[in-house]
Protein backbone atom coordinates (compact mmCIF):
# COMPACT_ATOMS: atom_id res chain seq x y z
CA UNK A 1 0.00 0.00 0.00
CA UNK A 2 1.49 3.47 -0.91
CA UNK A 3 1.97 5.89 1.86
CA UNK A 4 -0.19 9.49 1.10
CA UNK A 5 2.03 12.06 0.84
CA UNK A 6 -0.69 14.94 0.74
CA UNK A 7 -2.62 17.25 3.31
CA UNK A 8 -5.09 14.93 2.62
CA UNK A 9 -7.99 13.87 0.19
CA UNK A 10 -11.49 15.28 -1.18
CA UNK A 11 -12.98 15.68 1.75
CA UNK A 12 -10.59 18.48 3.16
CA UNK A 13 -10.91 19.78 -0.30
CA UNK A 14 -14.87 19.71 0.23
CA UNK A 15 -14.76 21.29 3.38
CA UNK A 16 -12.80 24.65 2.25
CA UNK A 17 -14.68 27.34 1.98
CA UNK A 18 -14.32 31.01 0.89
CA UNK A 19 -17.09 33.03 2.39
CA UNK A 20 -18.24 34.59 -0.30
CA UNK A 21 -22.18 35.41 0.74
CA UNK A 22 -20.44 38.60 2.86
CA UNK A 23 -20.67 41.81 0.87
CA UNK A 24 -18.13 42.52 -1.20
CA UNK A 25 -16.99 46.27 -2.82
CA UNK A 26 -18.35 46.73 -6.41
CA UNK A 27 -15.58 46.18 -8.82
CA UNK A 28 -15.73 48.64 -12.19
CA UNK A 29 -14.18 47.92 -15.41
CA UNK A 30 -11.02 49.27 -16.21
CA UNK A 31 -8.66 49.70 -19.50
CA UNK A 32 -8.68 46.61 -20.95
CA UNK A 33 -11.76 45.28 -19.38
CA UNK A 34 -15.09 44.69 -20.22
CA UNK A 35 -18.98 43.57 -18.91
CA UNK A 36 -20.08 41.08 -20.69
CA UNK A 37 -23.31 38.49 -20.32
CA UNK A 38 -23.29 34.98 -20.55
CA UNK A 39 -24.54 33.10 -23.22
CA UNK A 40 -23.93 29.36 -23.26
CA UNK A 41 -20.96 27.20 -21.75
CA UNK A 42 -18.58 25.12 -23.46
CA UNK A 43 -16.82 23.50 -21.15
CA UNK A 44 -13.28 23.20 -20.72
CA UNK A 45 -13.21 26.28 -18.89
CA UNK A 46 -14.87 28.29 -21.82
CA UNK A 47 -18.32 29.93 -22.33
CA UNK A 48 -18.72 32.06 -25.10
CA UNK A 49 -20.72 35.57 -24.02
CA UNK A 50 -21.94 38.69 -25.70
CA UNK A 51 -19.86 41.83 -24.63
CA UNK A 52 -21.15 45.11 -24.31
CA UNK A 53 -19.63 46.65 -27.17
CA UNK A 54 -21.50 44.58 -28.65
CA UNK A 55 -18.74 41.88 -30.05
CA UNK A 56 -19.07 37.71 -29.28
CA UNK A 57 -16.40 36.13 -27.27
CA UNK A 58 -14.45 33.13 -26.71
CA UNK A 59 -13.63 33.62 -22.82
CA UNK A 60 -11.87 31.55 -20.62
CA UNK A 61 -12.08 30.95 -16.81
CA UNK A 62 -8.97 31.68 -14.95
CA UNK A 63 -7.80 29.09 -12.68
CA UNK A 64 -8.53 31.24 -9.18
CA UNK A 65 -12.26 30.94 -10.78
CA UNK A 66 -11.70 27.23 -12.14
CA UNK A 67 -14.76 24.67 -10.19
CA UNK A 68 -15.10 27.42 -7.33
CA UNK A 69 -17.30 30.15 -9.33
CA UNK A 70 -19.78 28.93 -10.99
CA UNK A 71 -20.99 30.67 -14.23
CA UNK A 72 -23.84 29.66 -16.19
CA UNK A 73 -25.73 31.22 -18.72
CA UNK A 74 -27.45 34.46 -18.05
CA UNK A 75 -24.97 35.87 -15.58
CA UNK A 76 -22.91 39.37 -15.79
CA UNK A 77 -19.43 38.35 -15.84
CA UNK A 78 -15.84 41.33 -16.49
CA UNK A 79 -13.86 39.75 -18.41
CA UNK A 80 -9.87 40.76 -19.88
CA UNK A 81 -9.69 41.77 -23.29
CA UNK A 82 -6.65 40.57 -25.08
CA UNK A 83 -4.48 42.76 -27.43
CA UNK A 84 -3.62 40.34 -29.34
CA UNK A 85 -6.65 38.07 -30.07
CA UNK A 86 -9.85 40.43 -30.21
CA UNK A 87 -12.20 37.33 -30.56
CA UNK A 88 -11.56 35.97 -27.15
CA UNK A 89 -11.16 37.23 -23.44
CA UNK A 90 -10.83 36.22 -19.96
CA UNK A 91 -13.30 35.61 -16.80
CA UNK A 92 -11.55 38.36 -14.39
CA UNK A 93 -14.77 38.12 -11.79
CA UNK A 94 -18.47 37.03 -11.96
CA UNK A 95 -20.89 39.10 -10.47
CA UNK A 96 -23.69 38.34 -7.97
CA UNK A 97 -27.29 39.45 -8.91
CA UNK A 98 -27.57 42.28 -6.72
CA UNK A 99 -24.00 43.47 -7.85
CA UNK A 100 -25.30 42.88 -11.57
CA UNK A 101 -28.79 45.17 -10.35
CA UNK A 102 -26.57 48.04 -9.16
CA UNK A 103 -24.41 47.96 -11.75
CA UNK A 104 -27.40 48.55 -14.54
CA UNK A 105 -29.00 51.38 -11.93
CA UNK A 106 -25.18 53.08 -11.75
CA UNK A 107 -25.57 53.31 -15.86
CA UNK A 108 -22.52 50.88 -16.49
CA UNK A 109 -24.57 47.89 -18.40
CA UNK A 110 -27.04 49.38 -20.89
CA UNK A 111 -31.15 49.27 -20.21
CA UNK A 112 -31.98 46.44 -22.91
CA UNK A 113 -29.21 44.00 -20.76
CA UNK A 114 -31.42 41.34 -19.07
CA UNK A 115 -30.76 40.22 -15.95
CA UNK A 116 -30.81 36.70 -14.55
CA UNK A 117 -32.61 35.42 -17.40
CA UNK A 118 -30.50 32.62 -18.69
CA UNK A 119 -30.38 31.96 -22.11
CA UNK A 120 -31.58 34.93 -24.56
CA UNK A 121 -34.06 33.97 -26.56
CA UNK A 122 -35.24 35.54 -29.76
CA UNK A 123 -38.71 34.40 -30.21
CA UNK A 124 -40.87 35.66 -27.03
CA UNK A 125 -44.25 35.72 -29.13
CA UNK A 126 -43.81 31.68 -29.45
CA UNK A 127 -44.29 31.15 -25.49
CA UNK A 128 -47.71 30.48 -25.82
CA UNK A 129 -47.65 27.16 -27.85
CA UNK A 130 -46.83 24.98 -24.94
CA UNK A 131 -50.48 25.10 -23.39
CA UNK A 132 -52.83 22.29 -25.08
CA UNK A 133 -56.71 22.49 -24.02
CA UNK A 134 -58.26 19.61 -24.08
CA UNK A 135 -62.58 19.19 -24.35
CA UNK A 136 -64.80 16.93 -22.09
CA UNK A 137 -66.31 14.96 -24.90
CA UNK A 138 -62.81 13.41 -25.82
CA UNK A 139 -62.46 12.32 -22.43
CA UNK A 140 -66.15 10.52 -22.61
CA UNK A 141 -65.22 9.10 -25.84
CA UNK A 142 -62.27 6.50 -23.92
Same mark, same amino acid.
Given at each position: ?73 ? $????? =??? &? %? ?6 ? /?? !? ?26 ? $????? =??? &? %? ?6 ? /?? !??
Amino acid at each position: MPKNKGKGGKNRKRGKNEADDEKRELVFKEDGQEYAQVLRMLGNGRCEATCIDGTKRLCHIRGKMHKKVWIAAG $DIILV =GLR &D %YQDDKADV /IL !KYMPDEARLLKAYGELPENTRLNEGIID $DEEDG =GGD &D %YIEFEDED /ID !KI
